[in-house]
């Protein structure tokens, strides 16, 4: 047996690489199992961090103190602000990356936090004794011991890739399975099933005609994902591409359906409804004519592109005729093909808020093993998972959970724990009932404080929250105080199609009106860009931005809070080990089931359960006295 740990962390991905170092920086005495050390963070699908309600989880991972936004930062070759011609509550980052940059910024973190060592190794057995999980065995026969055992290992748990009737068993192209573990679980008790993703075909970018693409700029500016300085890419930015399928393309991929395994029997695990493959959309949109698709550099200065909306399954000589079909891609060469690849993953009912088993103390799911897809969902997953085994492994009776009312990263988690998952998890805006409170912009306002009371989020990254919140409030009293005479206003609110001013008004109820953006009004009002000059740079959009966010959905966000506060008394109300569900006949019978499976702890997670109705809540609630 090997010298004992407080947090072992097996896998090395998203969700691995941050519950290591959240739980390491913490103070926890932490091991890092990877079965390839060349790998941590690796970037398996697209090149890119963010999108929508993704990058809003990017923005929380960072104010809590994890470490995807600024490695996402620092490899950033294109960044857009996905909506921007929605609501605030809409806008989401996005950035492509330099994956192979991405990947060696990863094992430069790991490699320097304190507390954490690494093993290169697979994880093939769990040491457990009397239903708690006392550390791992690995396949050249080293014990591992440990309080608390995490396990992020994506899509290796008896994974097997398909390309067209060829079957590779690994979790990557090239790179083995991992084996043994979803037996041993299955035999502990664990509800186990399949699930499906994939990822297109790599293409050499000299053989593309960029003369027949749209190209795809990036935004220009000040925006990134990190709330820290500092975290601006020094990399060459890079357009994305566009272009599109054809009738003549569909034509070309169909003929190779009777060799696909997602038609012919061969694959029955279910695939991302969000991201499917080009098969699959030919199949349920078969009125299309065509489907957009993306090129999107794989880094800073390679010539691998990867074709986003092109994810297949089908024999490589179909994907490659159907590929010489589009626009563009007539003389393409790849060097890969698409493949869709099978996992096993566990029934995330089987877990508390804390990303704990019920069924193992001490043994703690994050990632694709929860069912979910994308990087993000995973950072996620793990930040919080990493939090929490420390805290377990400290002894003490603390636990981390965020509410849907204050992260995507409840939301995400509390929809995994209660409604479980029939289809791979992707995190959208519209799952979160608060977006208004929930917005980008303000991830570090609702999370850093909390954080660093747990003691992840350094004091650097407290005083820059509340340097900001600071100069947000000043921004918001000045604009109330100081008065704008028409004359110097007039002619901005006529060109912006608004009502000229026939008197003077405060600066505020001119960023009220939605025409108008506050930095329109900084440019004719030369004492606000004066007083605006305080602002350093680097943050001025970020708090500037914020301010007007504050002053045009003041009364929207206070309503939000309102109703959230209605809704939070649920979750007070402890219903823990208070009924033995399968006696109340005056509930339903799917409520007695759903109930007794999940054993929710509160009202508020019980309303969230599928198949448990306002009646069912009322008769509990009576029971409880309520």
């Known amino acids: 047996m090997m010298e004992k740990y407080d947090v072992i962390v097996v896998g090395g991905g998203h969700a691995g690489c941050e519950a290591a170092t959240a739980a390491a920086n913490l103070g926890s005495k932490t091991l890092l199992i990877t079965m390839d050390m060349t790998k941590y963070g690796q970037m398996s699908c697209n090149p890119a961090m963010g999108g929508i309600a993704k990058g809003q989880i990017v923005r929380e991972i960072d104010a809590l103190g994890g470490y995807s936004g600024i490695l996402a930062d620092k490899t950033t070759i294109q960044f857009r602000m996905l909506n921007k011609s929605k609501g605030p509550a809409m806008w989401s980052p996005r950035a492509q990356n330099d994956r192979f940059r991405f990947v060696e910024e990863w094992r430069n973190i790991v490699e320097n936090t304190d507390n954490l060592d690494l093993w290169q190794d697979a994880v093939i057995q769990l040491i457990i004794k009397d239903k708690q999980v006392k550390g791992v065995k690995t396949k050249i026969g080293i014990e591992f011991e440990s309080n608390t055992v995490v396990l992020t290992n994506g899509t290796f748990l008896n994974g097997l890739m398909h390309i067209g009737q060829e079957k590779l068993a690994g979790g990557r192209i090239g790179e083995a399975a991992s084996y043994n573990i979803s037996e041993q679980l299955l035999e502990a008790g664990f509800k186990t099933g399949r699930m499906k993703t994939g990822t297109p075909v790599r293409i050499d970018g000299r053989t593309i005609d960029f003369s027949k693409l749209t190209e795809q700029k990036g935004d220009t500016g000040h925006y990134k994902f990190s709330y820290l300085p500092g975290t601006e890419t020094k990399l060459k930015q890079r357009s994305c591409w566009i272009t599109h399928t054809s009738s003549e393309v569909h034509s070309e991929l169909q003929e190779g359906f009777e060799d696909s395994p997602m038609f012919d029997g061969t694959i029955q695990s279910t695939g991302p409804r969000y991201c499917p493959s080009i098969e699959?959309?030919?199949?349920?949109?078969?009125?299309?004519?065509?489907?957009?698709?993306?090129?999107?550099?794989?880094?800073?200065?390679?010539?691998?592109?990867?074709?986003n909306g092109f994810s297949s399954s089908l024999p490589w000589q179909v994907q490659l005729k159907g590929l010489h079909k589009i626009a563009g891609l007539e003389k393409a060469k790849i060097f890969r093909p698409g493949y869709a690849i099978e996992y096993d993953y566990f029934d995330p009912t089987q877990l508390n808020h804390t990303l704990e088993t019920k069924i193992i103390d001490n043994l703690f799911f994050a990632g694709q093993i929860n069912g979910t897809?994308?990087?993000?969902?995973?950072?996620?997953?793990?930040?919080?998972?990493?939090?929490?085994?420390?805290?377990?492994?400290?002894?003490?009776?603390?636990?981390?959970?965020?509410?849907r009312n204050e992260a995507y990263i409840g939301v995400l988690i509390d929809d995994l724990v209660t409604k479980g998952v029939d289809e791979p998890y992707r995190m959208f805006t519209s799952r979160a009932e608060f977006r208004i409170l929930l917005r980008q912009d303000n991830a570090d306002i609702r999370l850093t404080e909390k954080s660093y009371k747990l003691g992840l989020a350094s004091l650097e990254r407290l005083n820059l929250l509340q340097e900001k919140t600071a100069l947000i409030q000043e921004i918001i009293a000045y604009a109330k105080d100081f008065s704008v005479k028409p004359r110097f206003v007039n002619q901005l609110l006529t060109?912006?199609?608004?009502?000229?001013?026939?008197?003077?008004?405060?600066?505020?109820?001119?960023?009220?009106?939605?025409?108008?953006?506050?930095?329109?009004?900084?440019?004719?009002?030369?004492?606000?860009?004066?007083?605006?000059?305080?602002?350093?740079?680097?943050?001025?959009t970020e708090i500037i931005e914020g301010a007007e966010i504050v002053i045009k959905y003041e009364g929207y966000i206070n309503r939000e809070k309102q109703l959230a506060e209605k809704l939070d008394k649920f979750e007070n109300i402890n219903i823990e080990n208070k009924f033995n569900y399968n006696e109340l006949k005056s509930i339903s019978?799917?409520?007695?089931?759903?109930?007794?499976?999940?054993?929710?702890?509160?009202?508020?997670?019980?309303?969230?359960?599928?198949?448990?109705?306002?009646?069912?809540?009322?008769?509990?609630?009576?029971?409880?006295?309520?």
């Open 589 to 626: 019978t799917e409520a007695r089931q759903k109930l007794d499976k999940i054993k929710p702890k509160t009202i508020g997670q019980a309303k969230r359960i599928s198949g448990v109705s306002p009646a069912d809540i009322n008769v509990l609630l009576v029971l409880l006295g309520r």
């Open 495 to 540: 060109e912006k199609g608004t009502s000229e001013l026939k008197q003077g008004v405060k600066l505020f109820d001119l960023i009220l009106r939605p025409q108008i953006s506050i930095f329109d009004l900084i440019e004719v009002i030369t004492p606000f860009k004066t007083f605006l000059e305080r602002v350093t740079e680097a943050r001025k």
């Open 373 to 403: 897809t994308g990087y993000e969902e995973a950072g996620a997953q793990g930040i919080m998972a990493g939090i929490n085994a420390h805290l377990k492994s400290a002894g003490n009776n603390d636990t981390f959970v965020l509410k």
């Open 280 to 307: 699959s959309k030919l199949v349920t949109f078969a009125e299309k004519e065509k489907h957009q698709l993306f090129l999107e550099p794989e880094g800073e200065n390679t010539i691998e592109y990867y074709l």
